[in-house]
């Protein structure tokens, strides 16, 4: 994406897209990292000339390199099994309490911490000197620079979001060597130049300096949230769905434990304080499933099914692998008594349905944990393009949603860098110039909460 930002301006061009298959291998599922560098290194090429570049992507995930700082094979995909069960072993030595407590964040089975126990023993951990995770593993390979980004380092389950610093006590705890990460950078921070060689194989002339971003593509996303004030909450949606609230302090409580809360640090010293939910996920794999049946025309099928009929718990990690989504979904409503949804559309109504209750109860809970009422839900992300999912979302929460940016996280990824040049001021400022430059859709809610309260009853009782 090529983004060019002015006093009044902000437009962002897609100039080339390439597929992100992870490959399925006899040790288990990996990312070709390879090829996603070189659907860079041919989006620098189509690009043109530009004045700064900057990276951002998935979290948890990482590459190991060698003492010559060679890559030490393709990145392990965090949907890969290798950390079933290897939470309880962790809370075996820091109990669950006191990890959240030190770190805030929630518990997900791929957090990164569960990633490097896993692979305690294996040949490739004891044969790497350095970890970078996935943007910064590709700002290196543009600029030979190494840095961990700390929006991105906040997902590790190694950062103190006291401090914004690694949480020594509990990686030693752990047996975690924190040696293997790179310097902590922030969003602004220079990240170095692209190399010579880069250079001639994009096209571009030098220098083309290289800016660290909100490099979790959730921090960018949240910065690219069109707000003018503080009582809001946002929903970040695409694979999944990042609902909750921006805060100035970390919320350690064990309710918000109990709650499956994270604190991920964002831009300028704010937190993240948001819960994961499955997100569209669900409906793409469904999707894939149906040999990708045209998308428009299912969801005005889904339009005219009654509405929640059957509800699953969009968090739930028995959604987390893929395949046969169809039937997991249907399975989980046989199993909790609920009519079965068969056809499509009924599927896909039971999964709109789904997100936007999890949305609510997010929302929701959000504000009763933080102290922090809201009055306007912002959904951003790919789910935007989702109309029925957005007034699902403004019906069951009872608030209007203002729903755009699409591009939220490239919006804001080219933000931070245009800040980082002088071109925009400091985050408010980014977001009065998205106000006034982005198309935005209003929704108001329709019908009252009292339905949707009953199906997150019926949904408790299941």
């Known amino acids: 994406m090529v983004g060019r930002v002015g006093p009044d301006s902000l437009e962002l061009t897609e100039v080339h897209r390439f597929p992100n298959r992870p490959v399925r291998v006899p040790e288990g599922l990996r990312w070709d990292v390879l090829g996603l560098y070189a659907g860079v290194l041919d989006g620098l090429r189509g690009a043109g000339a530009v004045d700064s570049v900057g990276i951002d992507s998935w979290a948890v995930d ?29 809370w075996a030595t820091v109990p669950a309490s006191e990890l959240y407590a030190a ?4 518990y997900a089975p791929f957090n990164t911490l569960y990633q490097l126990t896993a692979a305690r023993d294996s040949a490739q951990l004891a044969g790497a000197e350095r970890l970078l995770l996935i943007p910064d ?15 991105n380092a906040s997902t590790t389950q190694l950062i103190d979001p006291r401090t914004r610093d690694w949480a ?53 996303a949240v910065a690219a949230v069109p707000t003018d004030g503080e ?11 990042l609902a909750g609230l921006e805060l100035d302090a970390p919320v350690l409580t064990e309710e918000s434990r109990a709650a499956n809360f994270t604190n991920e640090l964002g831009l300028d010293g704010t937190v993240r304080y948001l819960r994961n939910i499955m997100g569209l996920w669900l409906l793409q794999e469904c999707l894939r499933a149906w040999g990708q049946p045209d ?24 959604f987390l692998a893929p395949g046969r989504m169809p039937e997991r979904i249907a399975e989980a409503c046989r199993a909790s008594g609920q009519p079965v949804p068969a056809t499509p559309a ?66 804001g990824n080219v933000l931070v860098q245009a800040r980082a040049h002088g071109l925009v001021g400091d985050l408010a400022g980014m977001r009065r110039l998205l106000t006034r430059t982005q198309l935005l859709t209003r929704y108001e809610p329709r019908g009252g909460t009292r339905r949707w309260q009953a199906a997150q009853a019926r949904l408790a009782r299941g």
């Open 62 to 90: 990482y590459g190991l390199l060698d003492a010559d700082g060679a890559l030490l094979g393709n990145p392990v995909h965090y949907r890969d099994s290798r950390t079933d069960g290897i939470a309880e072993k962790v």
């Open 346 to 411: 009924e599927i896909t109504r039971c999964i709109l349905d789904s997100l936007a209750l999890a949305h609510r109860k997010a929302v929701t809970d959000a504000q009763r944990l933080a102290g922090r009422p809201v009055d306007v839900v912002h959904v951003v992300g790919g789910g935007t393009r989702n109309a029925l999912l957005c007034q699902l979302t403004a019906d069951a929460c009872g608030l209007p949603v203002v729903s755009g940016p699409t591009e939220a996280a490239a919006l």
């Open 137 to 151: 593993l590709l700002s290196y390979w543009l600029t030979g620079e190494q840095g961990t980004e700390l929006t």
């Open 168 to 220: 020594h006590g509990l990686a030693e705890r752990l047996g975690i060597d924190l040696g293997l990460f790179a310097p902590l950078r922030r969003p602004g921070d220079a990240a170095g130049a692209l190399r010579p060689e880069v250079l001639e194989e994009t096209g571009l002339t030098g220098p083309v300096p290289v800016t660290a971003v909100g490099s979790h593509d959730t921090a960018s």
């Open 231 to 241: 009582r809001f909450a946002y929903i970040c949606t695409g694979t999944w769905s």
């Open 295 to 318: 998308l428009g025309a299912l969801l005005l099928d889904a339009g005219k099914v009654p509405a929640l009929r059957s509800v699953v718990d969009a968090g739930d990690a028995a």
């Open 103 to 106: 770190t805030g964040l929630q």
